[in-house]
C-alpha cells in the first residue's frame, strides 16, 4: 500500500513539473505587464490626484492672515475750523496696527467642482498614456514568441532528418563494409548529417537567444527548456477597434471639454465674506487718537464682465485642439482597417500556400521513399538521395514557416484591433 501511495505522489510531482515547464501567451503578457516599472504608475497618478482634489477643497476653508503695520508720516489730517466747545484731537503722524483678517468663500460659479472633474480626468488620461506604453509589450512578445515556435518547428524538421540519415548511414555503412556500396556514398551523406549538426547548433543558440530577451522583457525566469504552448486564436469578423490609443484620445476630449466648461465658470461672480479685528493706533474713530480696538464685516462680489475676448480666444484654441483630436482618431480608424485588411488578404494567401505545401511534402516523402530504396539498392547515389531530402526539408520548412505565419498574423490582427487585451488563449 504505501509503494502505491509512493507511485502516484511521483506521478503527480511528474506531471506538476511538466505542466511547470510550460507557458503561453496569455502568463506572458500577463507577467510583462505586472512586472514593468510603469504598471504602478496608476496608484501613483492617484495620489496625486487626490492630493490635488484636495487643495481645491480647500478654496471653501475660511483664510486666516494675521496682519501688523508700523509707520511714520510726515503730515496728518487736521481741521483749521473752530468748533465752540469741542476740542479736535491731532492724530498722531506714529501709527501702530495688528489684525487678523478673515475671508471665507461662499460662491465661485461652480469653478472648484469643475477643477475636482478636470484632476480626476488627468489622471485618467496619464494612466491611459502609460497604458499605451504597456501596450507595446504585446508586440514585442509576439513577435519573439512567434521565431521561437518557428525555431522549434524547423528543429524538429531537421531532427527527422538527421533520423533519416541516421537510418540510411547504418545501411550503408554495412554497404560498405560488403563492398555493395561506395565509401564516397557513405562520406557524402556524413557530411550532410553534419550539416544538419550545425544547422541544430545555430537554432539552439538562436532558441536560447531568443528566450533569454523574453525572460527580459517579461521579467520572469524562463527556463530552457520551457515549452511555448500553440496559441489558439479566435478572430472575431465584426470586430470593434478598442485600442488604449482610442481611449487616451477620449479621454483629451473630454479634458478639452472640461477646460471650456472650467473658463465658462471662471466668468461668473464670486461672492466672499471677509472681517477684520484688531488694535492700534488710531483705531476706526478718528477723532480718537489713542491705541483702540476695531472691527468689521461685510461682503464682497467680484465679477469680471468684460475681458477683452481673453476667454472667447481660449475656447476658441481648445476648440481646434477638439478638430485635432478627432482627426487623430479618424487617422487611427483609417490606419487600423487598412492594417487588418491586408493582414487578413495575408491569411487568404498563406492558406492557399499551406494547402499546396501539404500536397508537396507528401510527394516529396513518397519520392524520398523511392530514392532511399533506389539507395539502398545501389541503383543511385547518396547525392541524389540528399537533393531529395533536401528537398523535402525545404518544403517541411516553408509548412512551419506558414503556420506560425498563419498564426502571428491572427495575432497581430488582435493586436491592431485591441482585442488583444480581452485574449485568454482559448
Not at 495620489?47 to 490635488?52: D, G, K, P, S, T
Not at 550532410?192 to 520572469?220: F, G, N, R, V
Not at 480666444?313 to 485635432?324: C, R, T, V
Not at 530514392?371 to 539498392?377: C, D, G, P, Q, R
Request: glycine share 4%; aromatic share 8%; charged share 25%.
Amino acid at each position: 500500500m504505501r509503494q502505491i501511495l509512493l507511485i502516484i505522489c511521483f506521478s503527480f510531482l511528474q506531471v506538476f513539473a511538466i505542466g511547470q515547464n510550460k507557458i503561453n501567451l496569455n502568463e506572458l503578457y500577463n507577467q510583462a505587464r505586472q512586472n514593468n516599472s510603469l504598471y504602478g504608475q496608476a496608484e501613483l497618478y492617484k495620489q496625486q490626484e487626490n492630493l490635488r482634489i484636495s487643495n481645491v477643497k480647500k478654496n471653501f476653508m475660511p483664510k486666516l492672515d494675521i496682519n501688523a503695520k508700523a509707520s511714520y508720516q510726515s503730515d496728518v489730517t487736521t481741521v483749521d475750523i473752530p468748533i465752540p466747545g469741542m476740542e479736535l484731537p491731532e492724530l498722531p503722524k506714529d501709527q501702530y496696527k495688528i489684525s487678523i483678517d478673515v475671508s471665507q468663500l461662499i460662491y465661485d460659479g461652480g469653478l472648484s467642482k469643475v477643477q475636482s472633474q478636470l484632476e480626476a480626468l488627468r489622471t485618467k488620461t496619464l494612466s491611459q498614456s502609460t497604458n499605451l506604453e504597456l501596450y507595446k509589450l504585446y508586440g514585442q512578445i509576439n513577435d519573439i514568441y512567434f521565431r521561437i515556435l518557428l525555431l522549434d518547428k524547423n528543429k524538429k524538421s531537421l531532427e527527422i532528418n538527421k533520423e533519416e540519415i541516421n537510418k540510411s548511414l547504418e545501411f550503408l555503412k554495412l554497404a560498405v563494409d560488403n563492398d555493395i556500396s561506395s565509401q564516397d556514398d557513405f562520406d557524402h551523406l556524413k557530411a550532410e548529417s553534419i550539416k544538419i549538426d550545425k544547422k541544430l547548433i545555430e537554432l539552439e543558440y538562436a532558441h536560447t537567444e531568443l528566450l533569454t530577451s523574453l525572460s527580459d522583457i517579461t521579467k520572469t525566469e524562463i527556463d530552457f527548456d520551457t515549452e511555448l504552448e500553440m496559441p489558439v486564436v479566435n478572430i472575431q469578423s465584426d470586430s470593434i477597434y478598442d485600442r488604449p490609443e482610442y481611449r487616451f484620445l477620449k479621454s483629451q476630449l473630454e479634458q478639452t471639454s472640461l477646460q471650456i466648461d472650467l473658463l465658462n465658470k471662471s466668468r461668473r461672480p464670486k461672492l466672499v465674506g471677509f472681517g477684520q479685528a484688531g488694535y492700534g493706533q488710531p483705531g476706526y474713530n478718528m477723532f480718537y487718537d489713542g491705541f483702540d480696538d476695531f472691527y468689521l464685516i461685510g461682503l464682497r462680489l467680484n465679477w469680471n464682465i468684460y475681458d477683452w475676448g481673453l476667454t472667447k480666444n481660449k475656447k476658441k484654441i481648445l476648440n481646434i485642439e477638439q478638430n485635432i483630436i478627432e482627426n487623430k482618431k479618424k487617422a487611427l480608424d483609417d490606419n487600423i482597417r487598412m492594417g487588418i485588411n491586408k493582414l487578413k488578404t495575408e491569411l487568404k494567401k498563406i492558406d492557399e500556400l499551406k494547402k499546396k505545401d501539404e500536397e508537396l511534402i507528401a510527394l516529396r516523402e513518397s519520392i524520398l521513399e523511392r530514392t532511399k530504396s533506389k539507395l539502398e539498392n545501389g541503383t543511385i547515389n547518396s547525392l541524389d538521395y540528399i537533393s531529395d531530402l533536401s528537398t523535402l526539408t525545404v518544403a517541411r520548412v516553408n509548412l512551419n514557416t506558414y503556420n506560425i505565419m498563419y498564426l502571428q498574423i491572427q495575432m497581430n490582427i488582435l493586436f491592431l484591433s485591441g482585442e488583444i487585451e480581452n485574449y485568454t488563449g482559448k
